[in-house]
C-alpha cells in the first residue's frame, strides 16, 4: 500500500513516519509539508492513502482533500488536526478517519487495522515499557510518552531507593553503603531487616506493572539489571552522541531530542544524592542548545533561537547565560524592549536570589547597547 504524508510541521511529519515505518505492506512514497508540491506528487505517483493535516498555508487540508476527491476519489483520505472541529466535514468528504494530535501509536494503528492487506497480528498495542527520570520518576511506554502507567508506591523511601538503584544501574551497590544514605541514625541491626523489606516492596510493585527490571542480590551488595525495559535517559544521550553536525537535514532530529529533555533529572523529587547527574545531564542539554542555536543564528532564524532560549530560561531561571544571549537576540530583531525587559529581569534574579550585580560583561555591553541605542 503506497503512502503520502503531508504536514506543514517538519516534527509532526517526522513522527509520523517513523509510526508508519513500523508496518510491513506500508510504502511511504513521499512526506511534504507545502501541499502545492504535494498534490503535484499525489497526482503523478496516485497513492493509496494521504495522511492529511488540515491547517495549512496556501492551501487548505479540506480543499486539498476536495480536489483529490475530485480527481481521484479512490484515494483514502485520513485528516491528522491538532482541531476536533473540522470532524463533520471531514466524514462528509467519506475520510476514513479523522486523528486528533498529538498521534499516539494505538491510536493511528487502529485506523490501519481498517485497510485490506495490512497484517494487523503486528498491530496489537505493545506499551513496551520505558522509566522516566527526567524532570520526575514515572513510566510510560517507549512507543508513546504521553501514555503514563500508574504506580502505587507503598512508601516514599521504597519509591527513593528505587530512583538510586537506577542510576547505580548495571552495577553493584554495597548494601553498607545503602544504609549509611538511607538509615543513617539506625544502627546496622535493624537497619538491614528495614532495607530487605524495602527491596521486597520495589520487587512487588514492578511486579505489579509487569516490569521487567530486575533487582539481584548477593552477599555484600545488591544490582539492578533493566533487562528490555528502556531509560529515557539512555534513549536521550545515545541520541545525542549519534547525532552529526547541525544542519537543515538534522535540525528537527535535534530539536526534537531537545524536546524530549522536559525537565532536569529528577527535578521534582530533588534528591541530594542526584545531583551530580542532574548537573552532567543539564550541562549536556544547554550544550545542545547552543550547538543548535548558533546554526539558527548561522541562518538568520532569530524568533526560533529566541524561543529556544526562553525554554532554557524556564528551565533553568538562574542560568546567565540565557539572558545575555536573549538580549543579543532581541537586538538583533531591532527589539529594544525587549532588551531592557531582558536585562531588567537579569539584574533582578541576581539581586533576589544571590545579592549580586550583573556580571561586568553583561554590564558593559548593554551601557554600550544603550548609548548606542540613544543616539539613534
Known sequence: MKVILIDDEPLALAYLEKLLGEIDNLTIMGKYSNPRIALDAIMRDKPDLVFL???????????????????????????????????????????????????????????????????????????????????TLSFCSSDDESYTIDVHWRTFKARELFAFLIQHRNQPVRKDVILDLFWPETDWKKGFPQLYATIYQIRKTLQ?????????????????????????????????????????????????????YIGDYLASDDYLWA????????????????????????????????????????LHPYFDDSYFMLMKLYDALGDRPSVEQQYTEYTKMLLDEYGLKPTDQIKTWYDQWKTKNHQI
Not at 208 to 217: F, G, K, P, Q, Y
Not at 279 to 301: A, I
Open 275 to 314: 545531583e551530580g547527574e542532574r548537573e552532567r545531564l543539564r550541562g549536556l542539554w544547554l550544550q545542545y542548545v547552543k550547538k543548535v542555536t548558533d546554526y539558527l543564528v548561522f541562518r538568520g532564524d532569530y524568533p526560533e533561537a529566541i524561543t529556544l532560549y526562553h525554554r532554557v530560561q524556564a
Open 53 to 135: 493535516d488540515i491547517e495549512m498555508p496556501e492551501i487548505n487540508g479540506m480543499e486539498l482533500a476536495e480536489q483529490i476527491q475530485n480527481d481521484m476519489p479512490e484515494i483514502k483520505i485520513v485528516f491528522i488536526t491538532a482541531y476536533d472541529t473540522y470532524a463533520v466535514k471531514a466524514f462528509e468528504l467519506n475520510a476514513l478517519d479523522y486523528i486528533v494530535k498529538p498521534v499516539k501509536r494505538d491510536r493511528l494503528f487502529d485506523t490501519i487495522r481498517r485497510l485490506p492487506g495490512i497484517d494487523k497480528t503486528k498491530l496489537e498495542p505493545s506499551h513496551s515499557m520505558m522509566v522516566c527520570c527526567f524532570q
Open 208 to 260: 505489579s506493572i509487569n516490569v521487567n527490571i530486575s533487582i539481584t542480590s548477593s552477599e555484600n551488595s545488591y544490582k539492578l539489571d533493566f533487562n528490555d525495559v528502556l531509560l529515557d535517559v539512555d534513549v536521550w544521550e545515545k541520541g545525542m552522541n549519534e547525532l552529526p553536525i547541525v544542519t537543515s537535514d538534522t535540525l528537527p532530529k535535534y530539536q526534537k531530542l531537545l524536546n524530549f
